[in-house]
């Protein structure tokens, strides 16, 4: 299920993707100082396999 949240709650766990940009870093950053406790999940699904290989 998918929430988007309204208000930060402050000491909470949050979760958000975490692609390794810059808006994201800062959106980390900004959840952190805000008093939430973000965890970022990250994936790596690999590299595209190429047909007829």
């Known amino acids: 299920m998918t929430t988007i ?3 930060l ?3 909470q766990r949050i ?3 975490f692609s ?3 808006d994201t870093s800062a ?3 900004w ?3 805000k008093g939430a406790v973000p965890y970022a ?3 790596k ?3 595209a396999r190429r047909r007829g290989l």
């Open 5 to 7: 949240l309204k208000h």
């Open 9 to 11: 709650p402050v000491g």
């Open 15 to 17: 979760g958000i993707a």
């Open 20 to 22: 390794g940009g810059l």
């Open 27 to 29: 959106a980390l950053l």
């Open 31 to 33: 959840m952190r100082q």
């Open 41 to 43: 999940y990250t994936a």
């Open 45 to 47: 699904p690999g590299p």
